[in-house]
């Protein structure tokens, strides 16, 4: 079994030095899985669904944070593969909207995290009478911030690279409501313990733009602080 209060350590040091506005810690058996998340997959109060793709990252170094938000939003790369999955989430959401619906409330805003910077949208859409969790969930996922676009052409090109399924990484996790309300996550940067195996997953999109050193370093910072936390437990 996980050996015990390891788990809780690890997500507790994790939470302390790099919260995430969508951490979790749950429990299945002889496995645990970590995530502290920073991106809304779909939020709904039961009439109206938003969803904020993260698209675009820079480490933050003290000191230095006004121009790392400044070049992060004049990033053409950056910001043309947020528009990207913008565009694709309308698409989904369409599907489960009142005709007309769907708007972008943000095109692209910086939010700061303790380790990274990162470019994020909004969108959001008015629900056809009706809808529940489930249409949601078959209009919009995968979240096609992880997936690229055009999604299934996408995700049938990831399954001929990618050596084994993702299991919890970049799934979803969250709660469901009543009707339509909920609230979930893309479920980024996670770790999963079961016995004395930990598996610590992060990553970033690859474009045709993208620079091999700088999505590498992305993804170091994405994963500096579950590092940390699992040394520090």
């Not at 528009?83 to 805003?109: E, H, K, P, T």
């Not at 993208?210 to 579950?226: F, R």
Request: hydrophobic fraction near 45%.
């Amino acid at each position: 079994p996980v050996l015990p209060g390891r788990d809780t350590a690890i997500y507790a040091r994790l939470r302390a030095a790099a919260p995430g506005s969508h951490g979790a810690l749950l429990r299945s058996g002889q496995r645990s899985v970590i995530s502290h998340s920073p991106e809304c997959f779909l939020r709904c109060d039961g009439r109206r669904v938003v969803s904020d793709p993260i698209k675009g990252t820079r480490r933050r170094e003290p000191g230095c944070e006004a121009e790392a938000r400044a070049a992060l939003l004049a990033a053409a790369k950056d910001n043309a593969e947020l528009a990207m999955i913008v565009d694709l989430v309308r698409n989904d959401l369409a599907r489960v909207a009142v005709q007309g619906g769907v708007r972008v409330d943000s095109r692209a805003s910086v939010i700061d995290l303790p380790y990274v910077h990162h470019l994020v949208a909004r969108v959001g859409a008015d629900l056809a009478p009706g809808v529940a969790v489930a249409d949601m969930l078959a209009a919009a996922y995968p979240a096609g911030s992880i997936t690229g676009a055009p999604k299934i052409a996408a995700m049938r090109l990831l399954s001929t690279l990618e050596r084994s399924p993702r299991g919890a990484y970049c799934g979803t996790i969250g709660w469901l409501g009543a009707g339509a309300a909920c609230s979930l996550s893309v479920a980024i940067r996670t770790m999963v313990l079961q016995g004395e195996e930990l598996r610590l997953d992060a990553g970033g999109g690859i474009v045709a733009d993208s620079d091999g050193g700088a999505e590498w370093d992305e993804a170091l910072a994405k994963a500096a602080p579950m590092r940390a936390a699992v040394g520090a437990a």
